[in-house]
């Protein structure tokens, strides 16, 4: 079945340092690919999305490319925030109300 | 703010007893979705709602029921609870025409001593 594998963290950074986190994803169809992001003691939040090859999505600075030939949606900042930190989730959609998350990975930048 | 509540936001039951957790929207969605969050997991998905009285069984449904008898409310049941239901729960909704997007509610920390 569908699957989404994402970078097992903790992450780490220091304040403007660049964000990458990885994403990689399995699927029969064509899926829609997402990145979710979950702060201390919230639900999720969408950061982004893309629906179709190609797409990038972006939102607060963050952008991730959906990259049919490597199967790849990586999240990128080129400089992060203290208020970045955050667990943050890849997870991919289709048409049969099966959206499927890979198991996050934590941000902490330090100042 | 997809207009998502949860109750209870967090609660602690004793092994065995029936557990009721309520997803409340009020825009009217159609889909609904209840979500489980564990450590090394992510989200899994328990059930989901397609419509008033319409319900369908997700990756993890053993061990949960779901009843949606008006478009804005989603229950969760667990009948009996066991340990391995501690979790985090999140309700979800889905929004937008272009593929489906999920909005979701702020969670219900649930505890099974």
């Known amino acids: 079945g569908d699957s989404v594998t994402q970078m097992e963290g903790p992450v780490t950074l220091s304040e403007e340092a660049f964000l990458t986190i990885n994403c990689t994803y399995t699927a029969t169809g064509y899926p829609s690919l997402f990145w979710y992001v979950q702060y201390p003691g919230e639900g999720l939040q969408l950061l982004l999305k893309?629906?179709?090859?190609?797409d990038k999505g972006s939102n607060k600075g963050f952008e991730a490319t959906y990259r049919k030939e490597t199967t790849s949606f990586h999240l990128e900042k080129g400089s992060v925030q203290v208020s970045d930190s955050a667990v943050y989730f890849c997870a991919l959609g289709d048409n049969n109300n099966d959206m499927r998350f890979g198991a996050g990975t934590r941000l902490t930048v330090k100042p | 703010d997809a207009g998502i509540t949860q109750s209870p936001r967090h609660k602690v039951t004793e092994t065995g007893t029936p557990v009721t957790l309520r997803c409340h929207q009020t825009e009217n969605h159609r889909y609904m979705y209840w979500y489980r969050q564990d450590p090394g997991h992510g989200l899994r998905l328990i059930h989901y709602s397609y419509g008033v009285k319409d319900t369908d069984k997700g990756e993890v449904s053993d061990g949960y029921s779901v009843s949606r008898s008006k478009t804005e409310d989603f229950l969760l049941t667990l009948e009996s609870a066991t340990s391995s239901q501690t979790s985090v729960y999140f309700c979800?909704?889905?929004?937008?025409?272009?593929?489906?997007?999920?909005?979701f509610g702020p969670g219900t920390r649930l505890l099974v001593l």
């Open positions: 893309a629906t179709k090859a190609d």
């Open positions: 979800a909704i889905r929004a937008g025409t272009v593929q489906e997007t999920q909005y």
